[in-house]
């Protein structure tokens, strides 16, 4: 692939596609040689990871687990609106945040450290992602030196850097995990010269293949993927039979049986992209949802995600975008989408919350919560909607976004937009 061909698409966030499909088949024809030493990485952990996941699987949902506060969403650097971005994420209840720096613009190093310090004065900590493209790896140089400018600058002002971008994705600029290796193994040697902590690899999607040959050669401080599940659309819908809560002990155990000692689990970014928003969104046809289903699809994501106790941090991509983001800031009055509330609200209900257990309905998803000694329950159904009874008398109930809902005795009507519960003590 030629460095040249590299192109950004701004209204995206993300590059464009380089090579045809045709032309990427025969490119990883060549990496033959690596697939197999890919393979054998596998091969070699297949019995260990398979028994730990078969144990975390009959496990899930029936341990009390701390919610803690692992609520995060990443935000841009936007020139003239920093305001606008410092107070709705200042108005979401977060302290996490996450910044991606490519490495082509270490030029703008300077407007980074404004921006980064600006959103820790406002109470926020700061992971900084490390952006890579095609010419890091055809000249580590570049790469290295971009890595030396970074940690000199911000290694007082954020505890963690994340290694690399979705390089799983060709259009990323790398072909194979080797390649991802020759960026990791500078990176861990440069830090290790500023005192920095290092998250990866930052693999996209459900490919958990990767991680034993990564893992077996970089040693994270903590793990992390980049877990999108908009192909199928709900978190609930499985691929080749997976839902998002297999996704997620699989890859677990993948971490527990590949990395030295067992190392935190984060999800440093998901979204759903948004129908209607064209040349803004980040996919085409089927992964885009109405922006109603992209607040469902995301309340329900964290609790499945948290609920099982696997997953200490989770990012939304990102706080304002057109294509998916919690706010639509494309005119100069940003708006808030439905997401931006259901956000809002989820943060506020679960954290510091202890997860209980699922209740065992086949028609309806029922998480109970306790929280200062009381008791809540976050529900929602697949699809449809039906009438529910609770055996504990209900205080009140608010909806997704927060509000107060009616309701009659001890039912109520439940739907795929989930709804918060609240018990008398």
């Excluded at 600058?153 to 600029?173: C, I, M, Q, Y």
């Excluded at 996209?204 to 992390?224: G, M, N, Q, R, S």
């Amino acid at each position: 692939m030629d460095s040249s061909n590299f192109k950004w698409n701004p209204y995206a966030d993300q590059p464009h596609n380089v090579a045809s499909k045709s032309e990427r088949f025969k490119a990883h024809f060549s990496y033959t040689g690596s697939y197999l030493r890919m393979l054998a990485a596998n091969l070699q952990k297949l019995i260990p990871i398979l028994i730990r996941y078969r144990a975390s699987r009959k496990a899930l949902y029936k341990k009390c687990v701390s919610i803690g506060d692992p609520f995060a969403v990443s935000v841009s650097l936007s020139k003239g609106k920093e305001d606008d971005t410092l107070k709705a994420l200042t108005e979401t209840g977060v302290s996490h945040t996450l910044v991606r720096i490519p490495s082509w613009e270490k030029n703008r190093l300077p407007e980074y450290e404004v921006f980064v310090d600006r959103l820790k004065n406002s109470g926020m900590d700061v992971v900084i992602a490390l952006i890579q493209n095609r010419q890091d790896v055809l000249d580590k140089r570049k790469w290295i030196d971009f890595l030396n400018r970074v940690f000199s600058r911000f290694s007082d002002r954020s505890l963690f850097f994340e290694v690399g971008h979705a390089w799983n994705r060709t259009k990323w600029g790398l072909w194979d995990y080797r390649e991802y290796l020759e960026l990791a193994g500078p990176a861990f040697s440069t830090a290790r010269s500023y005192g920095v902590n290092l998250l990866g690899p930052a693999v996209i999607d459900f490919e958990f293949h990767l991680y034993p040959p990564v893992l077996k050669a970089v040693h994270f401080d903590k793990i992390t993927s980049l877990l999108y599940v908009d192909r199928v659309g709900a978190p609930e819908k499985t691929q080749f039979g997976w839902d998002l809560s297999k996704k997620i002990a699989l890859l677990k155990a993948a971490v527990d049986k590949c990395s030295r000692k067992g190392k935190e689990l984060w999800i440093t970014e998901f979204n759903w992209p948004l129908k209607g928003t064209g040349k803004y969104s980040p996919a085409s046809g089927k992964p885009n949802v109405s922006e109603e289903q992209q607040a469902n699809f995301m309340v329900r994501y964290y609790i499945l995600a948290l609920a099982t106790g696997m997953v200490k941090r989770i990012y939304w991509w990102q706080l304002a975008a057109p294509g998916y983001g919690l706010i639509d800031n494309r005119e100069h009055q940003w708006r808030k989408r439905p997401s931006f509330s259901a956000f809002k609200t989820l943060a506020a209900q679960l954290k510091n919350s202890e997860f209980v257990r699922k209740e065992n309905d086949a028609d309806a998803e029922i998480f109970l919560f306790r929280k200062n000694k009381n008791m809540f329950a976050v529900c929602w159904t697949k699809t449809g909607c039906l009438s529910h009874s609770f055996a504990d008398p209900i205080l009140r109930v608010l909806d997704r976004d927060g509000k107060k809902v009616g309701f009659s005795g001890g039912s109520l009507v439940l739907t795929e937009k989930p709804v918060y519960v609240c018990f008398e003590s």
